[in-house]
Nanobody, 126 residues
Framework: QVQLVESGGGSVQAGGSLRLSCAAS???????????MGWFRQAAGKERERVAV???????GVTDSVKGRFTISRDNAKNTLYLEMNRLNPEDTAMYYC?????????????????WGQGTQVTVSS
């Protein structure tokens, strides 16, 4: 059973917006509210990059390239993670993945991102 399922990707013009969702189901649903959650992306020919993270208490961090444009949030009642993306650039084109660490704080030194979704494609044209 797939534990994390992303949705909301698509093709948009530069300057547009998208809202990605990641729904936790199955086993991941039971511990979701206590997990560090993250969004990652991987563009063609490039390595996977961490985009944003959110702690169990809602504290967030985002990578410099998306600061001021992307917002990560979570709705624990719905077991769902979100990524609001605004003022998209062609450089944001990538496959976007959500992932979970079974730790309360994203700053924890231990605990890998061991739950991953299948990804959703975001394509931004100029």
């Amino acid at each position: 059973q797939v534990q994390l399922v992303e949705s909301g990707g698509g093709s948009v013009q530069a300057g547009g917006s998208l809202r990605l969702s990641c729904a936790a189901s199955g086993y991941a649903e039971y511990g979701y509210s206590r997990f560090c959650m993250g969004w990652f992306r991987q563009a063609a020919g490039k390595e996977r990059e961490r985009v944003a993270v959110i702690d169990s208490n809602g504290s967030t961090g985002v990578t410099d390239s998306v600061k001021g444009r992307f917002t990560i949030s979570r709705d624990n009642a719905k077991n769902t993670l979100y990524l609001e993306m605004n003022r998209l650039n062609p450089e944001d084109t990538a496959m976007y993945y959500c992932a979970a660490r079974r730790v309360w704080n994203c700053g924890s030194a231990t605990g890998p991102y061991d739950l991953w979704g299948q990804g959703t494609q975001v394509t931004v044209s100029s």
